[in-house]
Nanobody, 131 residues
Framework: EVQLQASGGGLVQTGGSLRLSCAAS????????ISWFRQAPGKEREGVSS????????SYANSVAGRFTISADTAKKMVYLQMNELKPEDTAIYYC????????????????????????WGQGTQVTVSS
């Protein structure tokens, strides 16, 4: 059974940092894009960052590039999102997601930041940035 468990959210002041963790099980990391999405109240879910552990490649939304860093510990099947210089507009529920390489990227898959390509989702963790 595929499971994704996100944790690490909380309340932080503007300019602060948080580290989100995603514990994954039930699938082979090598065959998936592992990504973070977020959804603010009244807004659509948006892609924040993604990685392919096989090639150690990463992608970031323009709004977080330079502030957020995605990483993974493949032995532990953990994916992390280090978030620095947080802003009030980063407030959202953050989800980790796994999308097969058949459905994300490449010639026929969805873009990494499209929810359409993702087969599995964690339960989300709330991040609140106060001004």
């Amino acid at each position: 059974e595929v499971q994704l468990q996100a944790s690490g959210g909380g309340l932080v002041q503007t300019g602060g940092s948080l580290r989100l963790s995603c514990a994954a099980s039930g699938f082979n990391f090598d065959d998936y894009f592992i990504s973070w999405f977020r959804q603010a109240p009244g807004k659509e879910r948006e892609g924040v960052s993604s990685m392919r552990t096989t090639f150690d490649t990463t992608s970031y939304a323009n709004s977080v590039a330079g502030r957020f860093t995605i990483s993974a510990d493949t032995a532990k099947k953990m994916v992390y999102l280090q978030m620095n210089e947080l802003k009030p507009e980063d407030t959202a529920i953050y989800y980790c997601a796994a999308g097969s390489t058949l459905t994300v990227g490449g010639r026929y898959g969805s873009p990494w930041n499209s929810v359409r390509g993702y087969n599995y989702w964690g339960q989300g963790t709330q991040v609140t940035v106060s001004s």
